[in-house]
């Protein structure tokens, strides 16, 4: 599509068992896929110990055949993302909102 100009790589965690049978969580790649950003949302701001956490809600155009799940690690442009809610499947893009957590 024409207003899909970046490009999203969608990583997903796995958990295999590594030495003396303890798990180690990797995170491996699921595929690459023309994306459109929006503008924010929103943001909410969390106290925690020591410091405020941020977080910024967007949402995200992705073309139809991704495969996007909820808690993948997205990267988009360089930064990272988090999916947040199940995808909403059109005919021709799927709609998603996405987080980004930082440090205040």
């Avoid at 958990?15 to 929103?42: A, F, H, M, Q």
């Avoid at 977080?55 to 799940?69: G, T």
Wanted: charge should be neutral; proline fraction near 5%.
């Amino acid at each position: 599509m024409r207003f899909m100009t970046d490009e999203v790589i969608v990583k997903r965690n796995q958990t295999v068992l590594g030495p003396l049978n303890r798990p180690i969580t990797e995170l491996i790649e699921i595929g690459r896929y023309k994306c459109s950003l929006d503008k924010g949302t929103g943001s909410t701001v969390t106290q925690t110990d020591p410091q405020a956490v941020v977080r910024n809600l967007f949402n995200l155009y992705v073309e139809p055949q991704a495969d996007i799940k909820r808690n993948d690690v997205l990267y988009i442009n360089g930064e990272k993302y988090f999916a947040t809610d199940p995808a909403v499947r059109h005919r021709t893009h799927i709609e998603l909102e996405i987080i980004t957590n930082a440090e205040a």
